[in-house]
């Protein structure tokens, strides 16, 4: 089945120590999102790619870069984890047609991030 | 700024018993309206979308909404709940002249007993 995946599902790291989630899709879709969801909260979006263009919502840390080698995989690097950092870490796409547009977006199972 | 409020954070009800769940979105133009549920353990699934053509839309496992423009509203209903629609829903809404990102509503809880 056509899908979106996040390895790992679960990652572990320490304050300050550089992590890298992933996302891959079998979709084939333009459009690459991540999502940050803290408990009890709605998913915010951090950035997203259009094809190769990179978008980086206004309210989105520095800390937080993202990485598009090829239509299939997506990659979330945060540069120096905070506590705050903690969340679920969603990966979703689109088949966005232009402006004005909207579809559907697919999410993967997430990414829970433990800040030790 | 586009916001979307979700009113009720839990809602617990018994088998059989309906559900509506209210989503109201502050965006004064032409909106694309969702709803997400996401099963326990489980990931963000769409339940139905409205785009245009007729307000009230049918998505899956009995699941409706109703898109009304004047109280700038989509609100979420399913006439018998089962103990497996217990999950947590949320409402998304994407500004029409957008690309297509979307804003969060905050989600309710929706447990249902057997």
């Known amino acids: 089945d056509a899908m979106v995946i996040q390895n790992p599902r679960y990652q572990v790291t320490q304050f300050g120590k550089p992590v890298t989630l992933s996302c891959s899709q079998t979709?084939?879709?333009?459009?690459m999102y991540w999502y940050q969801q803290k408990s009890s909260q709605a998913p915010k979006l951090l950035f997203h790619y259009y094809d190769k263009d990179f978008n980086n919502e206004a309210d989105t840390p520095d800390n937080f870069q993202s990485r598009r080698p090829n239509t299939s995989f997506c990659f979330l690097d945060i540069r120096s984890p905070g506590l705050g950092d903690a969340a679920m870490y969603l990966c979703a796409t689109s088949r966005q047609q232009g402006r004005g547009r909207t579809d559907t977006q697919y999410f993967g199972p997430g990414t829970r991030l433990t800040v030790l | 700024a586009q916001s979307v409020s979700q009113h009720n954070h839990h809602v617990i009800l018994s088998e059989a018993a309906s559900l509506e769940l209210g989503c109201n979105y502050s965006?004064?133009?032409?909106?694309?309206l969702f709803w997400y549920v996401q099963y326990p353990g489980q990931h963000l699934q769409l339940l139905l979308k409205?785009?245009?053509?007729?307000?009230l839309v049918k998505g899956i496992k009995g699941f409706e909404a109703e898109f009304i423009k004047s109280k700038f509203s989509f609100n979420l209903r399913k006439p018998s709940v089962q103990w497996s629609d217990t999950a947590e829903y949320f409402c998304a809404v994407n500004a029409g002249d957008s690309w297509g990102k979307l804003q969060f509503g905050a989600g309710t809880q929706v447990v249902v007993t057997p």
């Open positions: 409205y785009f245009s053509g007729d307000p």
């Open positions: 965006y004064g133009g032409t909106v694309n």
């Open positions: 979709l084939n879709h333009n459009v």
